[in-house]
């Protein structure tokens, strides 16, 4: 969402003589950004929105300060929403996502190298009719061979150019699809050997994305080393790439689609959130992510724009796999109990100042799988301490539980301080624990081993605009070794809707499934969601036209600079 | 390696690069040590800074007793209050807790991290440079060779890639910090006691047969301890910005344990809105490193004999 | 003299072999196996089989060395686990920028540290080398990374005198002017403590000269004042200020790992900071090797530089 609020704010702490809580700011902002968006944001009158700020400008470089250093630049094998932030304006799958809109529950699919794509009723086969006219950045044109090519490189371990790092990476996009043939040469069919409700949003994840590389460039470089010389479709041309200081991007020129007003984006990785916020004060970068909840109301007062997710709607989710293999865990009333003893509430509004929501479900936001007035253990330390004693530890528990977090990473918004602030709340109802910090990627590869012995909880953030993620995380089939369900949870009955959303092609029906597998899953307690992030963004009043659309990445073909 | 002793931040003069202590032997010996430490109570400055170290050690050992809150006591509502709030005379930092009882535990972890290492290192050095120096010959050769690899490495560069191999903890950082001290205290015992004629008592000793560690003890280790003690005491100086600064880095101790350096981290997200949460650790690691310095200073120009001639 | 520069430069070479094993043992220190630190965690099995074999772990440990050795002095850092390049192909501009980093901090410290020390050990325990003195203490204790901050605060977003991040404004194209704009700050934040420790050297050293024979010879002489310190003490004074500030070398390399880190300067200490976070054991060990090899060839060149300038060296 696009909030010009300094204004808005400016007038309401002229009413309030007294401190606005951040609370209360981002509330407002919020407000603001609602109107905003009812104004004509979305759908059927965007140039509302210009006429709000003005009429774009052409030209100019805007500065991008992200949080960590980008992973490679292979569209299909790389992880992790800083990365794809980078990657989404370079590269471009078959279909994209509308981002935008923020009034929408999920970014709408929109056709992208395809122009248009049609479903066999069974599902087994998905025609996809490419785009005419469309050329990489080095001039080698996209037609269903560049298509086929792409797809073989992620899915078929006989292709030449098979790559095993993108076939991992785009593996839940590609489970169930048998192979790739071209119609006419600018018709490719993907034929399933099973029907997949969530193909179609899972070719637009962030977490592998399918975008389409210049087979050329493959063939110059090799499928290894491509991800040094990025060649996609994309709005923006690659230019340079210095490790830990810059990416560098440039129109371009001959964009099939809408052409973006900037000339230049640099992608500056910028660790240090001081580091952030010093380098937009000075005027160095443009627009910076995940600001420290403390500043951002400074940086408000100072005339910046806070952009930031008025509704629950960005695929976020802080969690906790608990270990379904640990004797003590196993007994459900103690998880059910840690669970009422955490104030997921305080640590929203307190500790990250308005930036989240508190949890509820396991499942995250953003998609039509998320079901918004779902709810389940309320903040009652009593009825955690009575059941406790129920599971025969009214005095507390004589084991001290380890958790383990990451010390920083995308999406774990402040790990250490949040997992603390876990740590006091379960002392109240007798339970002592420890917490592990690990390095990101370390910790990332840790965590995809699974749950080891002796530790009773590993937390990490995820989430995405598909309701499928649900699967992966809890299907006791994914259980590791594989992934992404490190816990080992398993309940046949969750199993059994998943198996079922799985292969259901109706959205709704599907949505609801997942719903219910959700809904389950809470029950058994295996699982503690914590907070739902609102993806704040803080940029320089001059920085116009950014859409806060519902997903960890963002449109930066919109954004314009009025200097 | 070229790097003499003189690379240590208290200068060539503590290198006894004549022999006077030697000289006066065993008779002056106590009247030796009673001098220096009526020369060191007359800088003032010195004793000042001693009893600002020994102030601040004690208050942090007796931190469950003086300090006014445990250390990690959130009030939620304080949080980023400033200095002089009532209740909380440092105020209170990003997560609501007290930020002058941080600072008194703090010191149980920042001291600790200077000084350990800095002991051990000495002790470590003294025997290795004791035996290098008395013992010459093959030995010499071994430690001292051993000792210029180290040296070839540039402290905190070392430092970080050791806590980087074996991973971030308050233990690893210590033992970081040790090994990059050990070279440069073992060459300053080494010089000492190669320029005491460490050798030549080890020869005197075979012909009278009295034992080569008597004469260590008698005739070597007090004039070998001045210039250990004076550069122990700088060096502690460094390491306490040292050790600070690679907890600033997230590599030593791991929150919520408080330190001044990550005290002085932790506040950087936030030092346009509350100032103090950053400034205080700093200031508290600039006055104890600064007080080392001093008293560093004060205990060369008491033990160093020339100082008194000059 | 040749046979100075030649034992020197053995022991130089000595030395680095010495370090260069150190930098392998420090790197199998790691938990787990080589390889996989290496490859990082998400390497293929038949990847870590081929670095298994490339690596020769399964021969004798000083086989394992040699290889390593040889690949290091060839340049072949390995690949960065974080970054997926080349470890050289990083680390080289890196070092650059370090080099320019460190030139404008002892731009500061050598000047200021050594007018410093001259006078005060010339004026011995005058007011001046009181003052002189505690400036040096202030600039030996004063944590640099906070200093960093204060500067940031006060300089860049309170006055807005200069940038806080970075070498070039990334809008601009760059520029010595602008490079010098971005120098500033981090080139202080280094210098401190080589400046204290040059200070305090300096003056150390001029005591010690001033007392020395000939310029009491000079001086009973009747030579004017002006000439004894300018013609004979400072005169012989300065193959050991060339060694003095040569082995500032070590305490600039470790304090611009927290000055880059908090300028965001792409140095050498930020990349070995960015690899001990990410756990990238390549990269930390190919930023520590480089960072040892300018400390040991700035000592060497210093070494030389205080031999052709003084006689006496040589004989030792």
Same mark, same amino acid.
């Given at each position: 969402m696009v909030v010009r609020n300094?204004?808005?704010?400016?007038?309401?702490?002229?009413?309030?003589?007294?401190?606005?809580?951040?609370?209360?700011?981002?509330?407002?902002?919020?407000?603001?950004?609602?109107?905003?968006?009812?104004?004509?944001?979305?759908?059927?009158?965007?140039?509302?929105?210009?006429v709000v700020q003005g009429e774009p400008k052409q030209g100019g470089t805007l500065i991008y300060a992200m949080e960590s250093e980008a992973d490679i630049l292979d569209p299909q094998g790389a992880s992790g929403w800083v990365t794809w932030r980078v990657h989404r304006h370079i590269f471009e799958p078959l279909i994209n996502q509308d981002l935008s809109r923020s009034d929408v529950a999920q970014p709408p699919l929109i056709p992208g190298l395809a122009e248009s794509w049609e479903m066999s009723p069974d599902g087994l086969s998905y025609t996809f009719k490419l785009r005419p006219g469309v050329t990489f950045h080095d001039g080698t044109p996209l037609d269903a061979e560049a298509a086929k090519f792409n797809i073989d490189r992620m899915m078929n371990p006989d292709f030449e150019f098979y790559n095993e790092r993108a076939a991992a990476f785009t593996y839940f996009c590609w489970l169930a699809t048998k192979e790739v043939q071209i119609v006419d040469p600018m018709t490719i069919r993907v034929v399933q050997n099973r029907?997949?409700?969530?193909?179609?949003?899972?070719?637009?994840?962030?977490?592998?994305?399918?975008?389409?590389?210049?087979?050329a460039a493959i063939k110059q470089y090799g499928s290894d080393k491509v991800a040094e010389?990025?060649?996609?479709?994309?709005?923006?041309?690659?230019?340079?790439?210095?490790?830990?200081?810059k990416i560098v991007l440039d129109r371009n020129e001959s964009y099939w689609g809408h052409k973006?007003?900037?000339?230049?984006?640099?992608?500056?990785?910028?660790?240090?959130?001081?580091?952030?916020?010093?380098?937009?004060?000075?005027?160095?970068?443009?627009?910076?992510?995940?600001?420290?909840?403390?500043?951002?109301?400074?940086?408000?007062?100072?005339?910046?724009?806070?952009?930031?997710?008025?509704t629950r709607n960005v695929p976020h989710i802080w969690y906790i796999?608990?270990?379904?293999?640990?004797?003590?865990?196993?007994?459900?009333?103690?998880?059910?109990?840690?669970?009422?003893?955490?104030?997921?509430?305080?640590?929203?509004?307190?500790?990250?100042?308005?930036?989240?929501?508190?949890?509820?479900?396991?499942?995250?936001?953003?998609?039509?799988?998320?079901?918004?007035?779902?709810?389940?253990?309320?903040?009652?330390?009593?009825?955690?301490?009575?059941?406790?004693?129920?599971?025969?530890?009214?005095?507390?528990?004589?084991?001290?539980?380890?958790?383990?977090?990451?010390?920083?990473?995308?999406?774990?918004?402040?790990?250490?301080?949040?997992?603390?602030?876990?740590?006091?709340?379960?002392?109240?109802?007798?339970?002592?624990?420890?917490?592990?910090?690990?390095?990101?990627?370390?910790?990332?590869?840790?965590?995809?081993?699974?749950?080891?012995?002796?530790?009773?909880?590993?937390?990490?953030?995820w989430g995405q605009s598909s309701g499928y993620w649900l699967d992966f995380t809890t299907n006791s089939a994914n259980a590791t070794p594989g992934c992404c369900n490190v816990g080992s949870y398993s309940n046949p009955k969750v199993d059994e809707l998943l198996n079922a959303a799985f292969s259901e092609l109706d959205d709704t029906k599907r949505a609801d499934l997942y719903k219910q597998a959700d809904k389950l899953i809470m029950e058994d307690a295996a699982f503690i969601p914590v907070v739902n992030d609102r993806a704040p963004y803080i940029m320089a009043p001059d920085v116009k036209g950014f859409v806060h659309a519902p997903e960890e990445a963002f449109d930066l073909t919109l954004v314009w600079l009025d200097r | 390696?070229?790097?003499?002793?003189?690379?240590?931040?208290?200068?060539?003069?503590?290198?006894?690069?004549?022999?006077?202590?030697?000289?006066?032997?065993?008779?002056?010996?106590?009247?030796?040590?009673g001098q220096a430490w009526r020369a060191f109570r007359r800088d003032r400055i010195a004793v000042v800074a001693l009893v600002l170290i020994v102030l601040i050690a004690v208050t942090a050992a007796l931190a469950p007793v003086v300090s006014p809150y445990p250390p990690n006591q959130a009030n939620n509502r304080l949080r980023l209050a400033s200095i002089g709030?009532?209740?909380?005379?440092?105020?209170?930092?990003?997560?609501?807790?007290?930020?002058?009882?941080?600072?008194?535990?703090?010191?149980?972890?920042?001291?600790?991290?200077?000084?350990?290492?800095?002991?051990? !290192?000495?002790?470590?050095?003294?025997?290795?440079?004791?035996? =290098? $120096?008395?013992? /010459?010959?093959? %030995?010499?050769?071994?430690?001292?060779?051993?000792?210029?690899?180290?040296? !070839?490495?540039?402290?905190?560069?070392?430092?970080?890639?050791? =806590? $980087?191999?074996? /991973?971030?903890? %308050?233990?690893?950082v210590m033992l970081s910090l040790t090994i990059v001290l050990v070279p440069y205290i073992t060459r300053i015992v080494y010089a000492a006691t190669v320029e005491v004629g460490g050798r030549d008592y080890l020869e005197a000793a075979r012909a009278s047969g009295a034992t080569a560690a008597r004469q260590m003890f008698v005739h070597i280790l007090p004039n070998v301890l001045p210039p250990l003690i004076v550069y122990s005491t700088t060096i502690a100086g460094l390491m306490v910005v040292y050790g600070s600064g690679l907890s600033f880095l997230g590599l030593g101790v791991q929150p919520p344990t408080a330190d001044w350096g990550v005290m002085s981290s932790s506040g950087r997200d936030v030092l346009s809105v509350a100032p103090h949460i950053s400034t205080i650790p700093g200031i508290m690691i600039l006055v104890v490193a600064l007080s080392f310095n001093l008293v560093g200073d004060g205990l060369r120009d008491a033990l160093d004999p020339r100082s008194h001639i000059r | 003299m040749w046979r100075y520069v030649v034992r020197r430069l053995l022991a130089a070479i000595g030395v680095l072999i010495g370090a260069s094993f150190l930098v392998f043992l420090g790197m199998r220190l790691v938990p787990g196996d080589p390889a996989t630190a290496i490859l990082g965690s998400r390497a293929t099995p038949e990847a870590l089989a081929a670095l298994r074999e490339e690596l020769g772990l399964n021969r004798p440990f000083y086989v394992q060395y040699l290889i390593w050795l040889g690949k290091?002095?060839?340049?072949?850092?390995?690949?960065?686990?974080?970054?997926?390049?080349?470890?050289?192909?990083?680390?080289?501009?890196?070092?650059?920028?370090?080099?320019?980093?460190?030139?404008?901090?002892?731009?500061?410290?050598?000047?200021?540290?050594t007018v410093i020390g001259v006078l005060s050990g010339y004026w011995q325990l005058s007011l001046f080398d009181r003052a002189g003195q505690i400036f040096a203490l202030f600039g030996a204790s004063v944590p640099q990374f906070w200093l960093a901050l204060v500067l940031v605060a006060v300089f860049s977003l309170n006055l807005g005198w200069f940038p806080v991040s970075g070498m070039y404004d990334m809008r601009g194209d760059g520029g010595r002017f602008d490079l010098l704009r971005h120098l500033v700050l981090p080139a202080v934040a280094t210098s401190t403590i080589p400046m204290a420790v040059i200070a305090r050297l300096v003056r150390a050293s001029i005591i010690e000269i001033m007392h020395q024979d000939y310029v009491r010879t000079a001086r009973a002489k009747g030579l004017r004042e002006r000439r004894v310190v300018f013609g004979h003490a400072l005169r012989n004074a300065l193959p050991q200020f060339i060694n003095i500030t040569a082995l500032q070398v070590g305490f600039l390399l470790s304090g611009a790992l927290f000055t880059e880190v908090i300028f965001s300067w792409p140095g050498i200490g930020q990349a070995l900071y960015n690899a001990v976070v990410a756990r990238d054991v390549p990269m930390v060990q190919g930023a520590v090797f480089v960072t040892t090899l300018v400390f040991v060839l700035a000592n060497l060149a210093a070494d030389m530089a205080q031999a052709a300038l003084d006689p006496k060296t040589r004989a030792t």
């Open positions: 300094a204004d808005a704010l400016a007038a309401m702490r002229s009413i309030h003589a007294h401190r606005l809580s951040r609370r209360r700011l981002l509330q407002a902002a919020g407000a603001t950004a609602g109107a905003a968006a009812l104004a004509g944001l979305g759908g059927p009158a965007p140039s509302m929105a210009r029907p997949f409700g969530e193909f179609l949003n899972q070719m637009v994840q962030g977490t592998g994305g399918t975008g389409m590389i210049s087979p010389h990025p060649i996609g479709t994309g709005p923006f041309k690659f230019v340079e790439r210095v490790q830990n200081e973006p007003y900037v000339d230049r984006i640099i992608f500056r990785p910028m660790p240090e959130p001081a580091a952030r916020v010093n380098a937009l004060r000075a005027g160095e970068v443009d627009f910076i992510a995940v600001p420290p909840p403390d500043s951002i109301q400074s940086l408000v007062d100072a005339g910046y724009t806070l952009s930031i997710a008025e796999h608990l270990n379904m293999k640990d004797p003590t865990l196993q007994d459900v009333r103690i998880r059910k109990a840690i669970q009422h003893a955490i104030d997921k509430e305080g640590m929203a509004t307190s500790l990250l100042g308005d930036t989240v929501y508190r949890a509820e479900g396991l499942q995250a936001p953003g998609n039509l799988s998320f079901d918004p007035d779902f709810t389940i253990y309320p903040y009652d330390v009593d009825q955690a301490k009575a059941l406790m004693a129920e599971a025969g530890h009214a005095d507390g528990l004589d084991q001290q539980l380890v958790f383990q977090t990451s010390t920083a990473g995308s999406g774990q918004l402040l790990p250490v301080p949040m997992m603390e602030w876990i740590q006091r709340d379960l002392e109240q109802i007798g339970i002592k624990s420890k917490i592990d910090a690990f390095e990101w990627i370390t910790y990332i590869g840790m965590w995809s081993d699974g749950v080891p012995d002796g530790v009773h909880g590993m937390q990490f953030s | 390696m070229n790097a003499s002793p003189d690379h240590s931040l208290s200068g060539p003069r503590i290198q006894p690069d004549t022999a006077p202590m030697a000289l006066g032997g065993r008779v002056h010996q106590r009247s030796l040590w709030t009532d209740g909380h005379p440092l105020g209170l930092d990003e997560q609501g807790r007290d930020i002058l009882s941080r600072i008194i535990w703090g010191g149980r972890v920042s001291l600790p991290t200077a000084l350990l290492p800095t002991a051990i !290192a000495a002790v470590t050095s003294l025997v290795l440079g004791l035996a =290098a $120096g008395f013992y /010459g010959g093959l %030995l010499s050769g071994l430690i001292m060779r051993t000792m210029d690899v180290f040296f !070839a490495f540039p402290v905190v560069i070392l430092a970080i890639g050791i =806590a $980087g191999i074996l /991973g971030p903890s %308050l233990t690893n | 290091m002095v060839q340049g072949d850092f390995g690949t960065s686990i974080a970054l997926t390049v080349p470890v050289t192909k990083v680390l080289i501009p890196k070092f650059w920028n370090t080099l320019i980093l460190g030139a404008g901090a002892l731009a500061i410290a050598v000047p200021i540290g």
